[in-house]
């Protein structure tokens, strides 16, 4: 089984920077994805790591460390349009079955204000 | 034009009665997702279909069923619904490249109201 945990809310001000962590446990583990949603609109995707470390994509970049079990959004000047529900997911239980069948976070808020 | 599209976007029913989610794509992908989105508890997997003649129970099957009746389309259906599947739906597609990092793309959601 599997469970990934991330805080419920981060509020921060136009131009900051937020970490949103993610921590998991889970019998077998691949990588961690991470997906924004707006509004209850259609969730997209941002990032995925496989391995341990730092990806970066524009202003936002993720991180892994497996030993820790452990990852990380990190959004960078911050802007109004980043405020937003950001989920991490993974495929978890080890095996190739699972691949595909992300299972979720139950998200963190961000509220980005000027 | 949408890539993965969900019909109805909103609907409104009451106990008992059947109730059908539909979701169309045209990436072309393999693999279709049902997910329930429930307030404070993320994205919870229903039912998943590798192929038109692959369909396999999520986490929260129970209650629901599915159809795949092309490889483009994918159906959800509550068979008697209750107060308690009130809830957002999506769809997602994934190409299925037979590697992890499956990349999701969803649909707009249908937002179903059981009273």
Same mark, same amino acid.
Request: net charge negative; hydrophobic share 30%.
């Given at each position: 089984? +599997? *469970?990934?945990?991330?805080?419920?809310?981060?509020?921060?001000?136009?131009?900051?920077?937020?970490?949103?962590?993610?921590?998991? $446990?889970?019998?077998?583990?691949?990588? =961690?994805?991470?997906?924004? +949603?707006?509004?209850?609109?259609?969730?997209?995707?941002?990032?995925?790591?496989?391995?341990?470390?730092?990806?970066?994509?524009?202003?936002?970049?993720?991180?892994?460390?497996? *030993?820790?079990?452990?990852?990380? =959004?990190?959004? $960078?000047?911050?802007?109004?349009?980043? *405020?937003? *529900?950001?989920?991490?997911?993974?495929?978890?239980?080890?095996?190739?079955?699972?691949?595909?069948?992300?299972?979720?976070?139950?998200?963190?808020?961000?509220?980005?204000?000027? | 034009?949408?890539?993965?599209? /969900?019909?109805?976007?909103? @609907?409104?029913?009451?106990?008992?009665?059947?109730?059908?989610?539909?979701?169309?794509?045209?990436?072309?992908?393999? @693999?279709?997702?049902?997910? @329930? /989105?429930?307030?404070?508890?993320?994205?919870?997997?229903?039912?998943?279909? !590798?192929?038109?003649?692959?369909?396999?129970?999520?986490?929260?099957?129970?209650?629901?069923?599915? %159809? @795949? /009746?092309? /490889?483009?389309?994918? %159906?959800?259906?509550?068979?008697?619904?209750?107060?308690?599947?009130?809830?957002?739906?999506?769809?997602?597609?994934?190409?299925?490249?037979?590697?992890?990092?499956?990349?999701? !793309?969803?649909?707009?959601?249908?937002?179903?109201?059981?009273?």
């Amino acid at each position: 089984g +599997q *469970s990934l945990e991330q805080p419920s809310e981060v509020t921060a001000v136009e131009g900051a920077i937020v970490q949103i962590n993610c921590t998991y $446990q889970t019998s077998g583990f691949y990588g =961690l994805s991470w997906y924004q +949603q707006h509004d209850g609109g259609a969730p997209t995707f941002l990032s995925y790591n496989a391995l341990d470390g730092l990806e970066e994509t524009g202003r936002f970049s993720s991180f892994l460390s497996r *030993s820790d079990s452990y990852g990380y =959004l990190l959004l $960078q000047e911050l802007q109004m349009k980043d *405020s937003a *529900s950001y989920f991490c997911a993974d495929e978890g239980e080890g095996t190739t079955d699972s691949w595909g069948k992300l299972q979720f976070g139950a998200g963190t808020q961000v509220v980005v204000t000027p | 034009d949408a890539d993965v599209t /969900q019909t109805p976007r909103n @609907r409104i029913t009451k106990t008992g009665k059947r109730i059908m989610l539909e979701c169309s794509q045209t990436k072309g992908h393999d @693999r279709m997702y049902w997910y @329930r /989105q429930d307030p404070g508890l993320g994205l919870r997997l229903i039912y998943y279909s !590798f192929d038109v003649k692959d369909i396999n129970k999520g986490e929260i099957s129970d209650g629901y069923s599915v %159809s @795949r /009746q092309a /490889q483009a389309k994918f %159906s959800l259906s509550l068979e008697s619904a209750i107060p308690n599947q009130t809830a957002l739906y999506f769809c997602a597609t994934s190409d299925g490249l037979g590697t992890a990092n499956e990349k999701l !793309f969803f649909g707009s959601g249908t937002q179903l109201s059981v009273l």
